[in-house]
């Protein structure tokens, strides 16, 4: 049975096999080139570019087959605090990658970046779907404005997603471990959660290579950037979590979605301590398979090893 997919205003048509074997594909790769890689050089630029764009997974929204769910794994599913935030970020991710895609002059690194935008958006394809074939009431979305600096919305989206994808490996973990979610739902969404990993190793390695081929007067500005954005970061979850908190229209959010997602995915007793370890371990596991000379992200790794120490 053969399947299609658009991208880039192409279509490619695909068989159950290829689509499994693309799967598999996406797991581990290796670049070519021999010895260390420089970071900034011409060969780290195609080692994350290629690694981005030889990984990527040609499944298609339309044909994921969402499995039937008995009445409380639904109400399970639908009790999770976490779709409106994960919408409105596939929203704002989407907007803000490709729109910087558009400034990018690189060939090669604007294919890549608009192959992670594609992939967003797919992700948000893959959730709205989710949430049509399950009946999840979500808040109404915002509207999603082009960003005035499409570099730093880059920057935000990004890291973002390195603070999202920590926590959702772990929360994916312990899902599956528990038996929150049947093991056919685990399977449709084990490709979206291992594109994550690929999107931020990608972005890890941009900012770098990005950040030693600029002047160095450039280089000050960016970095500037990448504090701005962070500190918007912050304020942004802040804010969408209190807002979405206060709705009553939907299903009552969590502003500590995290650690109350774990808990109703493990179980009653779970403790913070046990959820970060989950995380660092699902972390390490996750990236395992791509080339150990690019860069990973280390920022929330580090910070959690550090608040691991004080607690029992």
């Known amino acids: 049975m053969s399947e299609a ?24 790769w290796e670049a070519r080139e021999f010895g260390p890689i420089a970071l900034g050089s011409e060969a780290h630029k195609q080692a994350f570019c290629r690694m981005l764009l030889d990984t990527h997974n040609p499944y298609r929204p339309s044909i994921v087959d969402w499995p039937a ?22 929203g704002n991710a989407t907007l803000r990658v ?3 895609a558009r400034t990018v002059a690189d060939p090669l690194v604007r294919e890549a970046i608009e192959i992670d935008g ?23 979305e915002p509207e999603y404005l082009p960003p005035r600096d499409p570099e730093w919305a880059f920057l935000l989206a990004g890291f973002c997603e390195c603070v999202d994808t920590f926590f959702a490996f772990g929360l994916f973990a312990l899902a599956k471990g528990s038996g929150f979610f049947p093991p056919e739902l685990v399977d449709t969404f084990e490709p979206v959660v291992q594109e994550e990993g690929r999107h931020i190793i990608f972005f890890v390695n941009w900012v770098a290579w990005h950040r030693r081929n600029l002047p160095i007067w450039r280089r000050i500005l960016f970095t500037g950037k990448i504090i701005s954005a962070w500190a918007f970061l912050i304020w942004e979850r802040i804010g969408i979590a209190q807002g979405l908190s206060g709705q009553s229209s939907c299903m009552p959010q969590d502003d500590n979605f995290v650690f109350t997602g774990s808990r109703m995915m493990g ?3 779970v403790s913070a301590a046990t959820v970060i370890e989950i995380c660092l371990s699902e972390h390490e596991r996750r990236f395992a398979g791509y080339d150990a ?4 992200p280390r920022l929330m790794p580090r910070l959690m090893r550090f608040v691991r120490r004080f607690m029992r």
Request: no cysteine; glycine share 4%.
């Open 293 to 296: 000379r690019l860069l990973r």
């Open 267 to 269: 179980s009653d007793n």
């Open 5 to 28: 997919i658009e991208r880039g205003g192409a279509t490619l048509d695909l068989d159950a096999s290829e689509v499994r074997a693309a799967d598999s594909a996406a797991r581990e």
């Open 69 to 90: 769910l008995d009445p409380a794994a639904r109400d399970r599913l639908v009790s999770l605090p976490i779709w409106d935030i994960a919408m409105q970020t596939e």
């Open 98 to 100: 490709l729109s910087y």
């Open 118 to 140: 594609f992939e967003e958006k797919r992700h948000k394809q893959v959730l709205s779907n989710l949430v049509a074939a399950y009946g999840i009431p979500l808040a109404p």
